[in-house]
């Protein structure tokens, strides 16, 4: 029976109001036992989680955490007073994701599923997982039209037979500023290549894109949220960028947040599209080999 005397705190994701996405990845997969010690602690405390994203995903990638339980935290573009929502919920506010470190046991993080889900995951994952994630929430992280990576699929179908899987999905993203309407973010994908791929653009949710990302062998793509996935996992990653990230991620190399030795950042608006895609095929075949 459980302890309905448990005090109650809660904690939140991020520091700052500015949360992506790809920031709420980052806390869920990033090892440093933080949701390990939530889980160890939700035996005497009742856990709320404080969510504040401006993508409408984000609030349903918790639903399954059964340890966990999420507030949803409006979103006005300035700092949220966490302690004052806890206060109001009859919580004590105690920290956030990225400022944590436990020395409790840890456990490799991944995404709860549905049991729907989850049978489908056991379906697709069975033979490894090539992960492609041709979107972004930002048109200038996507130097690539979405559309033409038929042609890398077809590219690294001559090297491997094994599950290529595209994902992605429409959402609603609210500004930073109130002022400034939300707007809708539409993807589309369409392919009449097989055999071995998987089109889950739009049909699928983000907890089971994000849990396919963690099977992958490798990533293609650009600078997304599930990018972040394949960092924090450590997963091999071709990753399609515009020029100013690609400066970027050069830049960044030797800080191991952003980098690790099989990341290659391609610069995909300076080159030609052709060019891009066989760096990021020959990176693939390299790795792979190894």
């Excluded at 969510?51 to 339980?69: A, I, Q, R």
């Excluded at 929430?137 to 037979?161: A, M």
């Amino acid at each position: 029976m459980e302890n309905t005397n448990k005090k109650k705190i809660a904690v939140a994701l991020h520091p700052r109001a500015q949360l992506g996405l790809g920031d709420i990845f980052i806390a869920i997969y990033r090892k440093n036992g933080w949701f390990s010690k939530l889980k160890a602690m939700s035996n005497d405390y009742k856990i709320y989680l404080l969510v504040c994203c401006h993508n409408s995903h984000s609030f349903g990638l918790f639903k399954y955490f059964d340890y966990l339980e999420p507030v949803r935290v409006g979103w006005n573009g300035n700092h949220p007073n966490y302690k004052r929502i806890a206060e109001n919920i009859g919580a004590r506010f105690v920290g956030d994701a990225f400022v944590y470190e436990s020395r409790h046991e840890i456990e490799d993080p991944t995404m709860q599923l549905s049991p729907e889900e989850q049978d489908t995951y056991n379906e697709i994952s069975k033979n490894g997982i090539i992960l492609i994630h041709p979107f972004a929430g930002e048109k200038q992280r996507i130097p690539i039209k979405p559309q033409r990576y038929t042609r890398l699929i077809r590219g690294i179908r001559e090297h491997t037979d094994g599950n290529i899987v595209v994902v992605g999905g429409s959402f609603r993203r609210n500004k930073r500023k109130q002022s400034i309407p939300a707007v809708d973010v539409k993807e589309d994908f369409t392919t009449n290549i097989s055999p071995n791929v998987f089109n889950l653009v739009n049909k699928t949710t983000p907890r089971l894109a994000a849990k396919l990302t963690e099977k992958a062998n490798f990533f293609f793509g650009t600078w997304s949220a599930y990018c972040c996935i394949a960092w924090e996992k450590k997963i091999p990653i071709a990753m399609f960028v515009g020029p100013d990230a690609y400066k970027e991620f050069m830049g960044r190399r030797k800080n191991s947040y952003f980098w690790h030795k099989e990341i290659l950042p391609v610069d995909a608006k300076t080159q030609t599209e052709d060019k891009a895609f066989s760096d990021g095929i020959n990176f693939f075949k390299k790795v792979t080999r190894s």
